[in-house]
């Protein structure tokens, strides 16, 4: 579960489109009840959402699409494994050669 992952002190933003399945009361409810911020893209606006359709291209191409997955398990144990890796150790040249990890502990210092 989620809420029981969040870590303490934090504020995490769940961004979305405006597709009616974030709207719904009760997909709020939850949202807010586990302290999260929704950020939805403007309508019309597809440019709002680029950098999370940039990573799920980038997650299709280098992972998901590279091999065959049996079931919803081994596809959370696939996209848990990739989104560590793309974190703590895939560069990125448009990051000057850092991992995300590195690039943003680079930005706030």
Not at 67 to 93: A, C, G, M
Request: aromatic share 8%; with cysteine.
């Amino acid at each position: 579960d989620l809420a029981k992952k969040l870590p303490a002190n934090v504020t995490p933003i769940m961004h979305s489109d405006q597709g009616w399945q974030y709207q719904t009361r009760e997909y709020q409810s939850r949202v807010h009840a586990m302290g999260i911020v929704p950020s939805m893209s403007r309508k019309g606006n597809c440019h709002d959402n680029a950098p999370m359709e940039s990573f799920f291209n980038l997650l299709k191409r280098e992972r998901i699409n590279r091999q065959p997955i049996k079931d919803l398990s081994e596809l959370k144990q696939v996209v848990t494994h990739y989104v560590t890796w793309f974190n703590h150790d895939r560069i990125s040249l448009n990051k000057n050669g850092l991992t995300p990890i590195e690039y943003r502990t680079h930005a706030v210092a």
